[in-house]
């Protein structure tokens, strides 16, 4: 059974960093791009980055290039995302699944950027 857990948000000041992990099971990781979706209040789910299966290729939204880092680790069945600069407007749910997504989804991890 298809399990995706995401942890790592919390609260945090204009300019910080947080690092977000996804413990994926029930699936044969390696073979799935993945990636990273946030949704902030009433808003749509949006994709924020994805990584192929070896790692080697990502992808970003405009507004967060240069900013967040997407890594995997094949081996611990994990997905992170490296989140600096952050903006009030980063604030979301962030929610991980392979690329393109499908169902079942993560109960997702909090957000919040704030002074």
């Known amino acids: 059974q298809v399990q995706l857990v995401e942890s790592g948000g919390g609260l945090v000041q204009p300019g910080g960093s947080l690092r977000l992990s996804c413990a994926a099971s029930?699936?044969?990781?390696?073979?799935?791009?993945m990636s990273w979706y946030r949704q902030a209040p009433g808003k749509e789910r949006e994709l924020v980055a994805r990584?192929?299966?070896?790692?080697?290729?990502?992808n970003y939204a405009d507004s967060m290039k240069g900013r967040f880092t997407i890594s995997r680790d094949n081996a611990k069945n994990t997905v992170y995302l490296q989140m600096n600069s952050l903006k009030p407007e980063d604030t979301a749910v962030y929610y991980c699944?392979?690329?393109?997504?499908?169902?079942?989804w993560g109960p997702g991890t909090q957000v919040t950027v704030s002074s």
């Open positions: 990584i192929s299966t070896t790692g080697l290729n990502t």
């Open positions: 699944n392979a690329f393109p997504p499908t169902p079942p």
């Open positions: 029930g699936f044969t990781f390696s073979k799935y791009a």
